[in-house]
């Protein structure tokens, strides 16, 4: 994939929700709410600050991040779907 994110912005590549709930039902794709879980593809350098020195992010390529239900920009690279996301967005990193 030839995309490098600028400044503090992330790549993240949702990762899939549960398809059944806890009693067992199985739920249609077209019910299925988007997860708000996924997986840093690729990570800006960071944002700078007021002297112009950047400050590093907080998230690596790699790391799995939880995020708002309605963060980032949706978009499709090589065919598949990713969303845009600044860094602030980022609610935290799971494990």
Do not use: C, N, Y
């Not at 993240?12 to 794709?29: C, H, L, M, N, S």
């Not at 998230?59 to 239900?69: C, R, S």
């Not at 963060?71 to 845009?84: A, C, N």
């Amino acid at each position: 994939m030839g995309f490098r994110p600028l400044h503090d912005r992330v790549l993240v590549r949702r990762t899939d929700g549960d398809e059944k709930t806890a009693g067992g039902i199985i739920i249609p794709d077209t019910a299925k709410e988007k997860p708000m879980e996924g997986e840093i593809v690729a990570a800006g350098p960071g944002a700078r600050d007021e002297t112009g020195k950047v400050q590093p992010l907080d998230v690596k390529k790699g790391d799995t991040v939880l995020f708002g239900k309605w963060s980032g920009t949706e978009v499709k690279l090589d065919g598949e779907d990713l969303l845009i996301m600044k860094e602030s967005d980022i609610m935290g990193v799971i494990g």
